[in-house]
């Protein structure tokens, strides 16, 4: 355990260290939400180590060793996403933007409607998707420090250090964060491989002959052998195959709406670096879900379901594989990879959130755009970064260890994908497209998306359930919404009211400025001049 403790301390020490440099240089509000000064290369490192969370490390493992290649979807379509990423947002949103989504939304429209509902939608899901890592980290250490510490410990911990990340570093200290832990992640994963497949004398004849029989005990004890390569092991009839592709909508679509991966366009100078940014992360990304399937199946194969759920849960699948590969040095470093993993991504999660709420409900909404002293727009960021994590730990430690991340996570890809991308889209590529619209697009996407996930299994999902008792017992006898994962029903619903919303409301100037957009967004005239509003 001392090894244990040590890798962990070193992690956070040069996170830390990371963070006192980029305070040095985070002078100014530009400075502090957007760190333009980074390069293409290193904002797409710093997009791939903010995307494989440890919904990916840690929950995608989990799921293909628990169930095989149902699990292995998950993978899929995270990385299909980017391509929506690359080809539809990542170049018109860096030109027509500022700091945050919502000053896409404001060129054109009213600002205070529409940023007043894109920062509420943006603390949703930032919400969603930090709870998910807040779950990973507590498992996750309580796990390697066995007794030393406990799960609510470990989850305030992380809140505390991820607030001083942003507090103190802004966006240039969660943009260094997490490229030191996508250097290291690749890393790990790559011999951790390297050594599923030394275990199988490199045969992947041998490797797939494994995972088509993976033995374990079923809820009743009875000694089940299943083949893993075949589908519904998850999604079985006759709603599986709806939730599989609802599912695939959530996680495709949901990227392109997701704050922390959007506000990253930001950070660098021009469109065509932002391009460049999307390719480099998804090379790495590329890479590191294939790999996803090693870690996986090699869980479920030379570990097995049975241990792995008697020892932290699904979550624990890839480092206890490290352990049962090369001992608990490399067990300890591979967990102190997925540690540094989550901090990072839950500090970019929380500088999307708090600049959201600072940039667009404070100084816009509620102060009309005008900040009133120097330096305000970035004490309130700073403020609220102590709100969202204290919200953030409240609710991981209610949910509990054993809440797979990966699930969770893609819940907050449906939200994203139901409120966000809709108005997006059509902000920039409908001229009809108005306030009334954007606002009811956002609103009718997070109602639908939330509320579906309310009265359908998903709450039952978690282990251990989150609902229980009498409400668990009514939602699964009515089964409201039999879908585990919203997105099929909530995204077009989303479109759906962005869309009425226009249509029974016209505003003129809306339509007048959308040439503008247009030219900016496709050409980046103008872009170094962003709007604020």
Do not use: C
Request: proline content about 4%; charged content about 10%.
């Amino acid at each position: 355990m001392n090894i244990s403790l040590v890798m962990f301390l070193v992690f956070i020490a040069i996170t830390l260290g990371v963070t006192y440099w980029a305070s040095r240089r985070s002078a100014g509000a530009s400075a502090y939400f957007a760190a333009s000064q980074i390069k293409g290369w290193q904002n797409g490192i710093a997009v791939a180590g903010d995307y494989m969370s440890a919904a990916s490390f840690l929950g995608i493992a989990g799921i293909i060793a628990f169930q095989g290649y149902d699990g292995f979807i998950f993978s899929v379509g995270w990385l299909v996403a980017y391509l929506t990423v690359l080809l539809v947002i990542a170049e018109p949103l860096r030109n027509a933007g500022k700091y945050t989504m919502a000053d896409v939304l404001a060129y054109r429209l009213k600002p205070r409607p529409v940023r007043a509902m894109a920062s509420l939608s943006t603390l949703t899901v930032s919400t969603f998707y930090m709870i998910a890592q807040m779950v990973g980290a507590g498992a996750l250490v309580k796990l390697l420090l066995g007794n030393m510490v406990t799960y609510n410990q470990v989850v305030a911990g992380v809140g505390i250090l991820m607030i001083v990340y942003v507090v103190f570093g802004g966006m240039l200290a969660t943009t260094s964060v997490p490229i030191v832990k996508a250097v290291l992640l690749m890393a790990g994963t790559v011999l951790l491989s390297i050594l599923v497949m030394a275990h199988f004398h490199f045969s992947f004849g041998q490797f797939f002959g494994a995972i088509g029989q993976v033995t374990y005990h079923d809820a009743k004890g009875a000694v089940v052998v299943k083949d893993f390569l075949t589908p519904g092991l998850r999604y079985k009839p006759p709603y599986g195959p709806l939730d599989l592709i609802s599912l695939g909508l959530a996680l495709i679509f949901g990227t392109a709406g997701l704050p922390h991966i959007l506000v990253r366009f930001y950070t660098v100078p021009d469109a065509k670096t932002a391009r460049n940014s999307v390719v480099w992360a998804m090379v790495l990304i590329g890479s590191f879900y294939i790999m996803t399937t090693f870690l996986g199946f090699g869980a479920a194969t030379i570990v097995g379901p049975d241990f792995i759920k008697g020892h932290g849960g699904t979550n624990m699948s890839a480092p206890l594989l490290a352990q049962a590969l090369a001992g608990n040095i490399f067990f300890a470093f591979i967990s102190s990879i997925a540690f540094a993993t989550i901090l990072a991504v839950v500090a970019g999660l929380t500088i999307s959130a708090t600049t959201s709420f600072s940039h667009d409900f404070w100084t816009n909404v509620i102060h009309n755009g005008v900040e009133r002293r120097p330096g305000e727009e970035v004490l309130v960021a700073r403020i609220s970064a102590f709100v969202v994590g204290a919200v953030a730990i409240g609710i991981a430690i209610m949910l509990g260890p054993t809440a797979n991340v990966a699930f969770l996570v893609a819940l907050a890809f449906a939200v994203a994908a139901s409120a966000n991308l809709p108005v997006i889209v059509l902000s920039i590529f409908w001229k009809r497209f108005n306030t009334v619209g954007a606002v009811t697009g956002l609103a009718v996407g997070l109602l639908a998306s939330i509320g579906l996930i309310l009265v359908s299994p998903s709450l039952m999902a978690v282990d251990p359930p989150t609902v229980t008792g009498t409400a668990r017992h009514l939602i699964q006898a009515k089964a409201w919404f039999p879908l585990e994962n919203p997105g099929i029903l909530s995204i077009p619903l989303g479109f759906v009211g962005a869309i009425i919303g226009t249509l029974i409301s016209s505003e003129p100037t809306a339509e007048e400025k959308f040439n503008e957009l247009l030219v900016r967004s496709n050409t980046g005239l103008g872009a170094e001049k962003a709007v604020a509003h």
